[in-house]
């Protein structure tokens, strides 16, 4: 069993929208896993759901073996959230919200820990702040510094990225790879992909409620992902030639290139049968470029299947 | 029981009480003090006596008790509404916490402040009256308790409160005229018979007149009923408060 086991989880609100369909997962500790799906998918009902902030109507799910309704406490202690929305109280100094946090986890006050915390998030020179004074990218920090105050195992980032500038999101990330490194186990939701292929180890797809895959990134993407080769030419072309056009290839922008789009993983990739039909063609190559489908595409694809 | 979290929900509330210490020690001391100059000096000047008590000494434990009975619930409601409303109560939420620390926390946090609110009146009252409290452990367990019950109840509204307007309804339309009723400024003896019997069903009347006789030693009803029904009440708010735990009413998806 991973330090996360979902089994089985549907969430219905009362108006009758069923946002998690008997969803079920596990989470390995100390890796990185992304969440991606379209807006009201059910991301971020699932991390609330295993939070506590949200009550599951049927399934169970544990965190480090406890059970979230029966043995809350312990399941919780493990378990920092870091949430979508910058829920701060305004008027309090940045140390004073960490240190409140600390507490209502049940930890006593340690403030060397808390002193290389804010230190390891670049909080520190404004630990005395108000939270109302700092930037957005500096709340968030902050809220990050109040998911890790008790020292949990299992860390929640509800999409920490989202509306923050690309300089921060690389901040982000380091901080999310630090983390990783002292062995929290994070569980990320985010619309872009980027992100989620920049960090995480496992992917998982979520689209109206269910889980479409789950699955180690690296792959996932040599599973999935489909290769283009890029054949530029010496002289532009206004159409494909009648010959290429059947074994599939296409024009590139501007006519300077054709495109051959095939599967990295199979046995035969037709490559050597397509150069030679551009040779029998009497077509002039200038260059080759080979280039892997990024999960953007994987993902769109996906959802578009089951949309 | 997760005494650490009881502390830091209670330091927290109170943190932002000591944030705005002055306004909430001047605001009671002029206002008490006006009470005691249009009702004390103006109005009490054409009354005598009330039950063999100076008209501005009787009227001092229905000061108190106005003043206590409008802080504790409403600390108590803006206490746990303002998490509600600016989002942080995800934390409390997700945190290992029971129903009943959460509630520790927050209601013995403005129980505290009313309490601070209600000897700062007392405070006041001696330097304008002549006062001596017949039953000083009596009017400090009295006082205790409406803290509790009355910030039990605004806990109550915090929570079903969905907006601002919300949160101030009960105390204004509710628990103000109850008060001004309930036999503040005057004896319950005072009104026809009739009004008499329809007093009797506020249950404010009950906590004035036992607070009225730890003072002065004369009740409107007897003390073993104001005890009665100040149990009634806070056993009644903490049944409410553990059914909105339970269910997740207002609080949880």
Known sequence: MGIVSVQNLTKSYDGGFTALKGVSLEIEEGEIIALLGPNGAGKT??????????????????????????????????????????????????????????????????????????????????????????SGGMKR??????????????????????????????????????????????????????????????IGVINKGEILLIEDKDALMARMGQKHLRIDLTE????????????????????????????ANAERTGIARILAEVHKAGLQLADLQTQQSSLEDIFVDLVKETA | MNFQAIKAIYFNEMARFFRTLMQSFISPVISTSLYFVVFGAAIGSRIDEVEGISYGSFIVPGLIMLSVMTQATTNASFGIYFPKFIGTIYEMLSAPVSFLEITIGYVGAAATKALFIGFVILGTAFAFVDLSIAHPFAMLAFLVLTCLSFSLLGFIIGIWAQNFEQLQL???????????????????????PVWQIITMFNPVVYLISGFRWAFFGTSDVSIVLSLGAITLFTGLCLAVIWWIFRTGWRIRQ
């Not at chain 1, 009648?242 to 789009?261: E, F, R, V």
């Open chain 1, 45 to 134: 009902t699932l991390i609330s759901t295993i939070c506590g902030i949200t009550r599951p109507t049927s399934g169970t799910v544990t965190v480090g073996g406890y059970d979230i309704i029966t043995a809350y406490r312990g399941a919780r202690n493990l378990v920092g959230l870091v949430p979508q929305e910058i829920s701060l109280e305004p008027f309090e100094k940045v140390i004073n919200t960490v240190r409140f946090s600390r507490g209502l986890f049940g930890k006593g006050k340690d403030d060397a820990y808390l002193e290389k915390l804010l230190r390891q998030l670049s909080l520190w020179d404004k630990k005395d702040s108000k939270v109302m004074t700092l």
């Open chain 1, 141 to 202: 920090r902050v809220l990050i510094a109040k998911a890790l105050s008790h020292e949990p195992r299992v860390l929640f980032l509800d999409e920490p990225t989202a509306g923050v500038d690309v300089e921060l999101r690389k901040d982000m990330w380091q901080i999310v790879s630090e983390l990783k490194q002292a062995g929290v186990t994070i569980i990320l939701t985010t619309h872009y992909i980027e992100e989620a292929e920049a960090i995480a180890d496992r």
């Open chain 1, 236 to 263: 532009p072309l206004t159409e494909v030639p009648k010959s290429l056009a059947k074994q599939g290839l296409t024009l590139a922008t501007g006519g300077h290139g054709l495109i051959y789009t095939f599967d």
């Open chain 2, 170 to 192: 009960i105390p204004l339309l509710i628990i103000t005229p109850l008060v001004f009723l309930g036999g503040s400024f005057y004896s319950i003896s005072m009104l026809p």
